[in-house]
């Protein structure tokens, strides 16, 4: 775990509270923008898992596949949000593990809990994420965003048409 100065914990717990934000409400475009472009969305099958490429997990999205999503979600025939779903993102135990003194960029692992409801059922998803962020001009910016969900195994009522 690295010492970071309280201004610099303060940036990184703002931009994951902003992400959950702007997932709750469904700004699919600014959620993207988070990124950088060669950046990737990894939920892993299992917590084992060390690489994303080449493996068998539940996402593991780069900038394409994130658009294509996106599309999916917003279609107008998109019979898995009709009606949308809405969700609650909880993030918190932000825990700066390194930060690189001369860019800036950081490691950052924090738990989250998230709650969907839809079509008057609510499902419920908790677990950690890890992200790399990079340090930029207009702030951080996403290179990698790991989630293991507590139960990645576990049976799913439906496909997860969104991210957690």
């Known amino acids: 775990m690295s010492e970071v100065s309280l201004e610099t914990q303060r940036r990184v717990e703002q931009f994951l509270y902003r992400q959950a934000e702007i997932l709750d409400e ?4 600014d959620w993207l923008n988070l990124f ?3 950046g990737h969305y990894w939920m892993p099958a299992s917590p084992e898992q060390t690489e994303g490429e080449g493996q068998a997990n539940i996402f593991y999205e780069d900038h394409y596949l994130m658009r294509v999503r996106i599309g999916r979600v917003n279609h107008p025939n998109a019979w898995s949000q009709y009606p949308p779903n809405r969700t609650g993102h909880v993030v918190s135990n932000v825990i700066v593990e390194t930060e690189d003194a001369a860019s800036g960029d950081i490691v950052v692992r924090s738990k989250f809990y998230v709650a969907e409801y839809r079509n008057d059922e609510q499902r419920f998803f908790a677990g950690k994420y890890r992200h790399d962020l990079v340090n930029s001009p207009d702030g951080y910016r996403i290179r990698l965003q790991r989630v293991d969900i507590v139960n990645a195994e576990g049976p799913f009522d ?3 048409q969104y991210w957690i």
């Not at 469904?26 to 475009?29: N, V």
Request: proline residues 10%.
């Open 26 to 29: 469904r700004m699919w475009d």
């Open 36 to 38: 950088t472009p060669e």
């Open 158 to 160: 439906y496909v997860l």
